[in-house]
């Protein structure tokens, strides 16, 4: 079924930073399946979990424990602070299980709140309720009735948040930084300040860090960052390094969900944990993460010297989840010409490109990609 058009181009092998399309040509990956293949393709420690898991059990059924399913709730709650976990198999699935147990709890908890306040620009997923939470201005009349409930302020505008705060109010839901928007950060202050006003009102504050959770920002999470923890806490993408799984997080207090509520078929199936704790395990490594804080520092060093060097824009994120603002509308252009020289890059917005290569991309890969990109920029 036709979703989007895809280059003429048929991969068929990859390891670490590197893939290979079907014609024998290499690339080399700063998508990496969209910040999802954080230990890069195929790495051991993902085909030991696989091959070892397979050999074990690879469904049991959602109404049962397993065990790899409790070693990986046990490692993430004692990574983040919090205390239940419930795996879901992409981060939309999450963000609409954090929607509804912030639904939930309202209903039970605050006088049957059930507005959820969201942001411009926002990107949760493609699911009907996450469309309607997003703030993607494409989407705005797209697949029309929305799911309501969504009340929608201008990022990083605590004052804005103040005054959308009310007695139907159940949550503020945000990604401290929007990956999908042109990698666009709220403030670590605004998110100190939000974590105080969600306190102070008894609202909720969810953070979707599907795209910056895992050790993308150098921190196994990003608000980490700011010292603050949230209510709920979802996160995708790189957590399954390359499988689908995705968890949401949730305070004992904000637990609310009864039998029948949530639930799904694959959900926290033994073969995909296995995976997922083999991954945080890896990433949750002290060394792991500075090296990804410095790799971070470093690339962002670069491409600001692209920047001055070229005449363009700022450098925005933090860790290895970075955007390069061109100053002008060709990021399409720039794509397609590093894709000719062998690099896969993504331009989330017309004008800017965005770099989330594997979390071990070494320091010569890096040097390689900027050198395709500055000779890319130069013609
Ligand atoms: N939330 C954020 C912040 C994302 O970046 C994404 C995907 O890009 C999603 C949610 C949706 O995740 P998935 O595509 O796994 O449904």
């Not at 109404?63 to 990574?79: G, H, I, K, V």
């Not at 969201?118 to 996450?130: I, K, P, S, W």
């Not at 792991?288 to 363009?312: D, I």
Request: net charge negative; glycine share 12%.
């Amino acid at each position: 079924m036709f979703i989007t058009s895809r280059p003429d181009i048929v991969f068929v092998r990859g390891q670490g930073s590197w893939l290979y399309d079907s014609e024998g040509r290499e690339y080399l990956d700063f998508i990496q399946g969209w910040a999802v293949n954080s230990l890069g393709h195929c790495p051991k420690v993902i085909r030991d979990a696989l091959a070892n898991q397979a050999e074990i059990v690879i469904n049991v059924s959602p109404a049962f424990y397993n065990e790899p399913m409790q070693r990986l709730a046990n490692l993430l709650t004692d990574l983040s602070g919090l205390d239940r976990v419930f795996f879901a198999n992409s981060g939309a699935e999450a963000n609409e299980g954090a929607i509804k147990l912030a639904r939930k709890w309202g209903s039970s908890k605050r006088g049957g709140a059930s507005e959820i306040i969201v942001f411009e620009d926002a990107f949760h997923g493609r699911t009907l309720a996450t469309m309607s939470a997003s703030g993607k201005p494409q989407w705005k009349d797209l697949f029309e009735p929305k799911v309501g409930g969504f009340v929608r302020v201008r990022r990083n505008d605590i004052q804005a948040v103040r005054e959308a705060i009310g007695p139907r109010t159940a949550a503020v839901m945000l990604e401290p930084i929007q990956g999908e928007a042109g990698v666009m950060p709220f403030t670590i202050e605004f998110l100190r300040e939000l974590r105080d006003l969600t306190d102070e009102t008894g609202v909720l504050l969810v953070l979707d860090e599907i795209q910056t959770g895992i050790g993308r920002t150098g921190r196994m999470f990003y608000f980490e960052h700011a010292g603050i923890r949230p209510d709920i806490l979802t996160l995708g993408k790189g957590i399954g390094g390359g499988v689908p799984l995705a968890a949401v997080l949730a305070r004992e207090a904000v637990s609310v969900f009864e039998a029948g509520d949530q639930g799904g078929t694959f959900n926290g199936n033994p073969l995909m944990t296995a995976v997922g704790y083999a991954v945080v395990k890896e990433i949750s490594r002290p060394e792991f993460l500075a090296n990804v804080e410095a790799n971070g520092e470093y690339l962002a060093a670069q491409l600001r010297g692209l920047s001055e060097k070229f005449g363009l824009g700022e450098v925005r994120g933090h860790g290895l989840l970075l955007a390069l603002d061109l100053g002008k509308p060709d990021g399409s252009r720039t794509v397609t010409a590093v894709q000719e020289r062998g690099l896969l890059l993504n331009s989330p917005r017309p004008a800017t490109l965005r770099f989330m290569p594997a979390l071990n991309v070494t320091r010569a890969e890096i040097d390689k990609m900027l050198g395709i990109v500055g000779a890319a920029l130069a013609i």
